[in-house]
């Protein structure tokens, strides 16, 4: 509208004096404030066990910002199930890479977010297109750029095949625009390319990329604003721990300030992502795995959710339990849990309404337990189901 105005302007003074457009004033996106941040930033890198990532000097100088998760998992190898559980609350039984599609009436935290209004996106370092769908995107050279297995929201048709959520799944071209721009959007998931991330490299090469890539971000205001917290992670371990644990690190300016440098045994998983934002936002649930999982526990504390501690000892989350993506597939999409409450937190209405039938809620398997299940210790799936 403003724009027409001024082109109307300037056509009719065209003759004349030659107007010059103002760059248009970037949209600025309302905020929704949440108990402890405003904005949940989380970078994913790759197959490194917490021993090599917290050995690297890079990598230390990083965790030497914020607090370091000794106690995150994740839910099972190989990367995709991983990606998928972050955003859903389950893998489906998913073992594999292959182009999964998840139906479109499976919710994911996009749907906890919009439903208050938060703002999302995923930054996919060289995906070629906004909303691109393709298994991957060789570079010149023939060698792994971008990959579908890593961008976890396109995975989801509930995403996928609505163009204004597709539209949401950028490339780290437009991660620059956006951040240029003051932009950026409240929940962000970000990856970087098969390089950088650790995935065809190493340790050595992932830390030195996370820390060039963050610190100058860490400064800047139009992405650590007031309230910003952000997780850098890996999709799971390396090649020696049948425990799965990560190293992982929250950064920002909603880290306080005297937990800078400290460690946070707590139990964590994937899961514990969703049920962060969750607790921060006072968003519904998936009624899946996100809801029996830890919020991190300064964060908790705000929340006042309650913390539980976990038999690590007994934890291997190193296997795919069935279910219809495994390569042996078998059984259906298991149905969410609609009457979980959890630290007060119900199932989204739209869930419910989609999930909530007395028949169908006889086969669910979440139980809001901590620890999530495994290829070693299987969920009981009721006869008939
Ligand atoms: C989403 O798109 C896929 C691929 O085109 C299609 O198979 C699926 O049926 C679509 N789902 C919905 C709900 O439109
Ligand atoms: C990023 O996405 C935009 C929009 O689709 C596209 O024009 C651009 O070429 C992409 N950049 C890269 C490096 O792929
Ligand atoms: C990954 O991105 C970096 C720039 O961030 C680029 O130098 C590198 O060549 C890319 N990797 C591939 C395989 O294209
Ligand atoms: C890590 O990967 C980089 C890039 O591929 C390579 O140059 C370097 O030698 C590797 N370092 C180690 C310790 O393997
Ligand atoms: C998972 O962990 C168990 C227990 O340590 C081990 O026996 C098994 O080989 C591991 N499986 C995989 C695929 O790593
Ligand atoms: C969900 O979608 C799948 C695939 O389209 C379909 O088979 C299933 O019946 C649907 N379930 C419900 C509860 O709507
Ligand atoms: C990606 C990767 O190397 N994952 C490994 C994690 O650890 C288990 C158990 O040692 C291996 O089987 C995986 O290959």
């Not at 021993?51 to 998992?73: R, V």
């Not at 820390?211 to 139009?222: G, H, I, R, T």
């Not at 291997?316 to 219809?324: D, K, T, W």
């Not at 609609?338 to 398997?365: A, D, F, Y």
Request: proline share 8%.
């Amino acid at each position: 509208m403003l724009l027409s105005s001024l082109i109307c302007i300037g056509l009719i003074l065209g003759a004349e004096s030659r107007l010059i457009l103002p760059k248009p004033k970037p949209f600025k996106r309302p905020i929704v404030p949440g108990a402890v941040f405003d904005r949940f930033i989380t970078i994913w890198l790759e197959n490194i066990n917490f021993a090599s990532a917290s050995a690297d000097p890079n990598f230390a100088a990083i965790t030497k910002q914020g607090i370091q998760l000794t106690n995150y998992f994740a839910v099972t190898h190989p990367s995709e199930p991983n990606y998928v559980a972050s955003v859903g609350g389950d893998y489906f039984g998913m073992n594999n890479d292959n182009l999964n599609r998840v139906p479109a009436n499976i919710s994911s935290v996009v749907d906890l977010l919009e439903e208050k209004g938060i703002s999302w996106g995923e930054y996919q370092e060289h995906m070629p297109t906004t909303g691109f769908q393709g298994f991957e995107m060789l570079n010149p050279d023939g060698a792994n750029d971008y990959v579908r297995k890593h961008n976890p929201l396109i995975i989801f048709d509930s995403v996928a095949n609505f163009s204004s959520r597709a539209n949401q799944v950028k490339n780290f071209t437009l991660f620059e625009q956006d951040l240029a721009d003051d932009n950026l959007p409240q929940w962000m998931f970000i990856t970087p390319n098969m390089t950088n991330d650790g995935h065809d490299t190493n340790i050595s090469f992932a830390s030195i990329w996370a820390k060039d890539f963050l610190e100058p971000l860490l400064e800047n205001p139009s992405f650590n604003a007031k309230k910003t917290l952000v997780l850098l992670t890996f999709d799971e371990n390396g090649s020696t721990d049948p425990h799965n644990r990560v190293d992982s690190i929250l950064l920002g300016t909603a880290v306080p300030r005297q937990l800078v440098g400290t460690q946070d045994s707590t139990f964590y998983t994937h899961y514990s992502e969703i049920a962060t934002v969750e607790a921060n936002w006072g968003l519904h649930t998936l009624g899946r795995f996100d809801v029996g999982a830890n919020v991190f526990n300064f964060v908790a504390k705000h929340t006042h959710d309650v913390i539980r501690p976990a038999d690590l000892e007994q934890s291997f989350l190193n296997i795919s339990y069935p279910g219809p993506f495994n390569s042996a597939p078998s059984g259906k999409f298991t149905v969410p849990n609609t009457r979980l409450i959890v630290n007060g937190r119900h199932v989204l209405p739209k869930i419910v309404e989609t999930w909530g039938s007395s028949h169908l809620q006889r086969c669910t398997l979440y139980t809001g337990a901590l620890q999530p299940p495994s290829g070693l210790n299987p969920p009981t799936i009721p006869q008939g189901c």
